[in-house]
């Protein structure tokens, strides 16, 4: 009987093939705890932060000819269209405009552009300050690099099947061992991958899928999905039977307890076989939701699977509200968010709260400075005087950038009056600035802070410093606000900086 002690165990030990294989076909009871267990996981290494990405799907036409896909070679049925670069460009501002922060191009493989014309696109959406993921096939390792140094960070190529003869039975002409081996070149050449199985292909057993699953722990790939079969019109597999929508939930729970902290998207033939699988998917522990801005006059005819649901941006946004999480960016997520501002502007509270939430470290520079002075705040004014306060935080707060990851630290009033501090700040993080109205400020005024000791003081430091915090970006006014909803501020601050 699967439950949560059978899973804490395992957690612990690591999934036993046979464990895997259990998760995979248990019952709608132990299910429960399997999806809970899921979740946990997922906040160990998240807190409640989901992403939220574009597609455009640029081209159809295709040189291969699996068995399941309406865009194979030989199927007559389907419109094959590329899109200009105008239209690709001007779905990416759409995308940024929205607060999108991550775009991804996806095309079948085709031959009808050169290299060169993508990596300018790339080159072109990296400057909209967007993350840019590819999804465009199998291709020469040169036109990677060329890829990558546009801007491209990560890679999607799905395996589909880690059972060597099912795969070569619905991809006919290409082979397994040269997938994983396409998968390893993207890695080589310096990209973050993802792949995932084709869950509900004809001769598809549970124990191919717990292959499927290590062979995705043995890649180590960033990014893991699963898309559950639909038939598409015009291919060998047309009048087969979907997929198991419960199956794929569970495959999804079973990548994130196996997997920990790989970005899973809730794809969307979850929810084109089920309304609310997208949510479902949430509940087993994915993170992730694309936003399809393929324009609709084109968009029937990127025919993975026949009448397709395509996720709009309400949509998108609703399933991450409802699964109780809160939409960040995947470049705010490798970057330490420094919240900056005047003192009681609530740095500490506000952003003990956003790293809570957002599930990563946090870190009072002032407490670190008390750490490595061996006394208080006031102490070290005192006694050391405030040029010796100064070099302590600059210590500090380098030596926490320059260690980079994530985390969210609260800086003190004056941190980045320094030019060096502020530099590196503004290099190396994701600034994010909390004011507050003067009578706010004044009425949170309490004990502490030696250069804000009482009214006066306070109103002289505002006034000295108000042309540097009008200079640093990422406002949030804190006016009248809760801790939450300021480190929600913070958070939707750090998405759009990042
Ligand atoms: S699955 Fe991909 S490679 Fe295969 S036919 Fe469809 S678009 Fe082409």
Same mark, same amino acid.
């Given at each position: 009987?699967?439950?949560?002690?059978?899973?804490?165990?395992?957690?612990?030990?690591?999934?036993?093939?046979?464990?895997?294989?259990?998760?995979?076909?248990?019952?709608?009871?132990?299910?429960?705890?399997?999806?809970?267990?899921?979740?946990?996981?997922?906040?160990?290494?998240?807190?409640?932060?989901?992403?939220?990405?574009?597609?455009?799907?640029?081209?159809?036409?295709?040189?291969?000819?699996?068995?399941?896909?309406?865009?194979?070679?030989?199927?007559?049925?389907?419109?094959?269209?590329?899109?200009?670069?105008?239209?690709?460009?001007?779905?990416?501002?759409?995308?940024?405009?929205?607060?999108?922060?991550?775009?991804?191009?996806?095309?079948?493989?085709?031959?009808?552009?050169?290299?060169?014309?993508?990596?300018?696109?790339?080159?072109?959406?990296?400057?909209?300050?967007?993350?840019?993921?590819?999804?465009?096939?199998?291709?020469?390792?040169?036109?990677?690099?060329?890829?990558?140094?546009?801007?491209?960070?990560?890679?999607?190529?799905?395996?589909?099947?880690?059972?060597?003869?099912?795969?070569?039975?619905?991809?006919?002409?290409?082979?397994?061992?040269?997938?994983?081996?396409?998968?390893?070149?993207?890695?080589?050449?310096?990209?973050?991958?993802?792949?995932?199985?084709?869950?509900?292909?004809?001769?598809?057993?549970?124990?191919?899928?717990?292959?499927?699953?290590?062979?995705?722990?043995?890649?180590?790939?960033?990014?893991?999905?699963?898309?559950?079969?639909?038939?598409?019109?015009?291919?060998?597999?047309?009048?087969?039977?979907?997929?198991?929508?419960?199956?794929? !939930?569970?495959?999804?729970?079973?990548?994130?307890?196996?997997?920990?902290?790989?970005?899973?998207?809730?794809?969307?033939?979850?929810?084109?076989?089920?309304?609310?699988?997208?949510?479902?998917?949430?509940?087993?522990?994915?993170?992730?939701?694309?936003?399809?801005?393929?324009?609709?006059?084109?968009?029937?005819?990127?025919?993975?699977?026949?009448?397709?649901?395509?996720?709009?941006?309400?949509?998108?946004?609703?399933?991450?509200?409802?699964?109780?999480?809160?939409?960040?960016?995947?470049?705010?997520?490798?970057?330490?968010?420094?919240?900056?501002?005047?003192?009681?502007?609530?740095?500490?509270?506000?952003?003990?709260?956003?790293?809570?939430?957002?599930?990563?470290?946090?870190?009072?520079?002032?407490?670190?400075?008390?750490?490595?002075?061996?006394?208080?705040?006031?102490?070290?004014?005192?006694?050391?005087?405030?040029?010796?306060?100064?070099?302590?935080?600059?210590?500090?707060?380098?030596?926490?950038?320059?260690?980079?990851?994530?985390?969210?630290?609260?800086?003190?009033?004056?941190?980045?009056?320094?030019?060096?501090?502020?530099?590196?700040?503004?290099?190396?993080?994701?600034?994010?600035?909390?004011?507050?109205?003067?009578?706010?400020?004044?009425?949170?005024?309490?004990?502490?802070?030696? !250069?804000?000791?009482?009214?006066?003081?306070?109103?002289?430091?505002?006034?000295?410093?108000?042309?540097?915090?009008?200079?640093?970006?990422?406002?949030?006014?804190?006016?009248?606000?809760?801790?939450?909803?300021?480190?929600?501020?913070?958070?939707?601050?750090?998405?759009?900086?990042?």
């Amino acid at each position: 009987m699967i439950d949560a002690k059978w899973l804490d165990e395992r957690l612990g030990a690591g999934f036993s093939d046979g464990d895997l294989l259990a998760i995979l076909e248990c019952s709608d009871e132990e299910t429960v705890s399997v999806f809970e267990a899921a979740r946990r996981v997922r906040a160990g290494s998240f807190g409640r932060r989901a992403y939220l990405r574009a597609v455009i799907e640029f081209s159809n036409n295709c040189r291969c000819n699996c068995h399941y896909c309406g865009m194979r070679k030989d199927n007559r049925q389907v419109e094959r269209f590329l899109l200009t670069g105008e239209q690709i460009l001007a779905a990416a501002r759409t995308a940024r405009g929205n607060g999108i922060r991550t775009f991804f191009l996806q095309s079948a493989e085709t031959p009808d552009y050169p290299a060169a014309w993508l990596a300018d696109l790339v080159r072109e959406i990296s400057s909209m300050d967007m993350a840019v993921l590819l999804c465009v096939g199998v291709h020469d390792p040169s036109d990677l690099d060329l890829w990558r140094d546009a801007g491209a960070s990560k890679f999607i190529l799905k395996h589909e099947s880690a059972d060597p003869e099912l795969f070569a039975r619905v991809k006919p002409g290409l082979s397994l061992e040269d997938r994983i081996s396409e998968l390893k070149t993207l890695r080589e050449h310096g990209y973050e991958i993802g792949s995932g199985p084709l869950l509900g292909l004809p001769g598809q057993t549970p124990s191919t899928l717990v292959a499927d699953l290590r062979l995705l722990e043995e890649l180590g790939a960033e990014m893991t999905s699963v898309s559950v079969f639909l038939p598409a019109r015009g291919t060998p597999f047309e009048a087969l039977p979907p997929g198991s929508v419960d199956l794929g !939930l569970r495959f999804v729970a079973a990548m994130r307890l196996l997997l920990g902290n790989t970005l899973i998207p809730a794809t969307s033939t979850f929810e084109r076989l089920r309304p609310g699988g997208q949510l479902g998917c949430f509940e087993a522990g994915a993170n992730v939701i694309t936003v399809n801005m393929t324009p609709p006059p084109v968009r029937e005819s990127y025919e993975l699977y026949s009448r397709r649901f395509f996720v709009s941006l309400e949509h998108a946004r609703s399933v991450i509200r409802s699964a109780g999480l809160v939409e960040f960016s995947e470049r705010a997520s490798s970057k330490p968010i420094l919240v900056a501002g005047p003192p009681f502007s609530g740095k500490t509270t506000a952003g003990a709260e956003a790293a809570r939430i957002l599930g990563m470290p946090f870190v009072d520079l002032d407490e670190a400075v008390e750490r490595r002075a061996g006394m208080p705040i006031p102490s070290v004014f005192e006694k050391l005087g405030e040029p010796a306060f100064r070099a302590l935080e600059k210590e500090c707060l380098t030596e926490a950038l320059e260690a980079g990851g994530p985390l969210v630290m609260a800086l003190g009033g004056g941190t980045l009056l320094d030019g060096d501090s502020l530099g590196l700040a503004l290099s190396k993080a994701v600034v994010v600035t909390l004011t507050a109205s003067t009578d706010t400020l004044l009425e949170r005024l309490s004990a502490g802070r030696p !250069l804000a000791s009482d009214r006066r003081a306070l109103l002289d430091l505002l006034a000295e410093r108000r042309e540097h915090y009008e200079g640093l970006p990422g406002r949030v006014d804190t006016t009248g606000s809760s801790p939450g909803d300021s480190a929600l501020g913070i958070i939707a601050a750090a998405v759009a900086g990042s």
